[in-house]
């Protein structure tokens, strides 16, 4: 297993044979599907990217005026610079020697006032590392598949990953891993007020109430298709 360094592209590290698949923070764009050196699994859940700001604040009415730490190389960079035309923040690039968790850990304890994320990365920062932080999801940020990745020459382990995901999600045990470390996608990012309507139960895995949550199962679904 390579825990690539914040400063390695896994999508290199990957091409250049120094791993066989990508099985983390993969999220399918239209980038990703343009390239024709890799190829991706089927969908195993959905991701948006998010606002984060420190637990205990009151949903924002409005994101104008306030700042967004962010790295200049992040891939959430292209999501914010769609979204400040008309949300009106600032975006302020932190130092590249400072780590992405690093920058959450500020925005939690007030010394930087936004950052960008995804709700799966900043539930697992709440549940499992203990930072008091908070998602903000608003409408403009569309829903994204998870996916694994894998060089392309490898349809084999494509088609052995899909297997496995078709499978496997439908499991109890499953369920049950991914509420543990990721939460119920039910209530992983807050809406921002200023950014209504949030979400639709056909654009991601959300629900009305804590019930029907229950019900609700995080699993595998077709392979993404590239819009035209």
Same mark, same amino acid.
């Given at each position: 297993?390579?825990t690539p360094?914040?400063?390695?592209?896994?999508?290199?590290?990957?091409?250049? #044979?120094?791993?066989? @698949?990508?099985? &983390?923070g993969?999220?399918?764009?239209?980038?990703?599907a343009? *390239?024709?050196? $890799?190829?991706?699994?089927?969908?195993y859940a959905t991701?948006r990217?998010?606002?984060?700001?420190?637990?205990?604040?009151p949903?924002?009415?409005?994101?104008?005026g306030?700042?967004?730490?962010i790295?200049?190389?992040?891939?959430?960079?292209e999501t914010?610079?769609?979204?400040?035309?008309?949300?009106?923040?600032?975006i302020?690039?932190?130092?590249p020697?400072?780590?992405?968790?690093?920058?959450?850990?500020?925005?939690?304890q #007030?010394?930087?006032d @936004?950052?960008? &994320?995804?709700?799966l990365?900043?539930?697992?920062?709440?549940? *499992?590392g203990? $930072?008091?932080?908070?998602?903000?999801?608003v409408a403009?940020?569309?829903?994204?598949?998870?996916?694994?990745?894998?060089?392309?020459?490898?349809?084999?382990?494509?088609?052995?990953v899909?297997?496995?995901?078709?499978?496997?999600c439908?499991?109890a045990?499953f369920?049950?891993l991914?509420r543990?470390?990721?939460?119920?996608?039910?209530?992983?990012?807050?809406?921002?007020?200023?950014?209504?309507?949030?979400?639709?139960?056909d654009?991601?895995y959300s629900?009305?109430?804590?019930?029907?949550?229950d019900?609700a199962p995080?699993?595998? *679904?077709?392979?993404?298709?590239?819009e035209?």
């Amino acid at each position: 297993m390579i825990t690539p360094t914040e400063k390695e592209n896994p999508l290199n590290l990957l091409t250049s #044979g120094a791993g066989d @698949l990508i099985a &983390s923070g993969a999220a399918y764009t239209q980038a990703l599907a343009s *390239r024709k050196d $890799v190829a991706c699994s089927v969908s195993y859940a959905t991701t948006r990217d998010v606002f984060v700001q420190a637990a205990g604040k009151p949903v924002p009415q409005t994101f104008e005026g306030r700042s967004v730490r962010i790295h200049r190389d992040s891939p959430y960079y292209e999501t914010l610079l769609g979204l400040q035309g008309k949300l009106r923040f600032r975006i302020e690039f932190a130092p590249p020697t400072l780590e992405t968790a690093e920058i959450m850990q500020n925005v939690a304890q #007030g010394t930087d006032d @936004l950052t960008m &994320s995804n709700d799966l990365q900043v539930s697992n920062a709440i549940l *499992r590392g203990g $930072v008091e932080a908070q998602a903000l999801a608003v409408a403009e940020s569309r829903p994204k598949d998870c996916v694994w990745v894998v060089r392309a020459e490898n349809p084999l382990l494509k088609a052995a990953v899909d297997d496995f995901f078709r499978e496997e999600c439908k499991s109890a045990n499953f369920q049950i891993l991914f509420r543990t470390f990721f939460g119920d996608p039910a209530w992983r990012a807050q809406p921002a007020a200023a950014a209504q309507p949030f979400l639709s139960d056909d654009e991601f895995y959300s629900v009305a109430n804590a019930e029907e949550a229950d019900a609700a199962p995080v699993g595998a *679904r077709p392979a993404p298709k590239t819009e035209t």
